[in-house]
């Protein structure tokens, strides 16, 4: 059985950072891309980040690119999302996710294949 568990949500003044967690056990964690979601009320789920199962390819939404940063330690099983500049906007549950094999990494849900419960992350003005 596929376990997502996303941790390292919270309350944040804005221009603050966090750093999320997301562990992941039940399938081969280093040969599977993983994905960072977010969806506020009223807005769709948005892909955030993407990286490879090496590592070595990353990919970043419009709205994260130069101020999130996405890394994975195969060793621990452990994806990670490290946030800064945080503004009230970045307000969502941030979900973890595990990419079908067939992509090296991917912004969309549609290529999703286990999904985490959710951290809640809120960034106050």
């Known amino acids: 059985q596929v376990q997502v568990v996303e941790s390292g949500g919270g309350l944040v003044q804005a221009g603050g950072s966090l750093r999320l967690s997301c562990t992941v056990s039940?399938?081969?964690?280093?040969?599977?891309?993983m994905t960072w979601f977010r969806q506020s009320p009223g807005k769709e789920r948005e892909g955030v980040s993407c990286?490879?199962?090496?590592?070595?390819?990353?990919d970043y939404a419009d709205s994260a690119k130069g101020r999130f940063t996405i890394s994975r330690d195969n060793a621990k099983n452990t994806l990670y999302l490290q946030m800064n500049s945080l503004q009230p906007e970045d307000t969502a549950m941030y979900y973890c996710?595990?990419?079908?094999?067939?992509?090296?990494?991917?912004?969309?849900?549609?290529?999703?294949?286990?999904w985490g419960q959710g951290t809640q992350v809120t960034v106050s003005s």
């Open positions: 990286i490879s199962s090496s590592g070595r390819i990353t």
């Open positions: 996710a595990a990419v079908s094999p067939g992509y090296a990494c991917s912004l969309s849900w549609r290529n999703i294949i286990h």
């Open positions: 039940g399938l081969t964690f280093a040969t599977t891309p």
